[in-house]
């Protein structure tokens, strides 16, 4: 069975800005083109599945949980 968390683009739309994330900030934090992030918003592109962990590690990194990794 496996386990997924459908996240829809108001979704996104919503956790990013009730995390203070530009679509400019989301987009360098995620490695991402910034037009990825808008047209997942906008629903011009699906959503990956696997996004949503992805979020939870930049809100666990907001709150010191984890550390970022140094670069090298």
Known sequence: ???VITMTP??????REA?????NGLAEALSVHIM???????GVRGIPPFLHL???CLEMQA???TKKR???
């Open 36 to 42: 990825t992030v808008s047209r997942w918003e906008r």
């Open 63 to 65: 709150k010191g949980k």
């Open 19 to 23: 995390n203070g994330y530009s679509q």
């Open 1 to 3: 069975m496996a386990y």
């Open 70 to 72: 140094k670069e090298e």
């Open 54 to 56: 992805a979020l939870t």
């Open 10 to 15: 108001k979704d996104l739309k919503k956790w």
